[in-house]
């Protein structure tokens, strides 16, 4: 038995690596997945954006509980809200980090 080739149509990247394409300064094509890298963790999600507490969900932490941020291609970073969505497809972003809240002010 013959193994199937894929036709020009399903010939597009199976995962899309965000931080590959945002290092090279190329734009993030769409894709059926994408490969994001959370703190020092790679996940694989299927869809093209995600809420700030989602992408949070992955390492299991909470909004209440740390801060998410996207590194920038440059260097830059920007705090992401909890409810706010972040696409994959967005120019230029890397990765994304987490800082633990300071629970001691107040």
Do not use: C, W
Not at 81 to 98: C, L, N, Q, Y
Request: no cysteine; proline share 6%.
């Amino acid at each position: 038995m013959e193994d199937k080739q894929p036709t020009n149509s399903e010939a597009h990247e199976d995962v899309i690596d965000v931080e590959e394409f945002a290092k090279a300064g190329k734009p993030v094509p769409l894709g059926r997945r994408y490969r994001i890298r959370i703190d020092k963790q790679h996940f694989t999600v299927e869809v093209a954006e995600m809420t700030g507490r989602k992408i949070l969900a992955l390492v299991g932490k909470t909004p209440e509980g740390f801060i998410l941020s996207e590194k920038l291609h440059g260097g830059n970073a920007r705090v992401i809200a909890p409810d706010e969505i972040v696409s994959f497809t967005k120019h230029g972003v890397e990765r994304f980090m987490t800082t633990p809240r300071d629970t001691t002010e107040g």
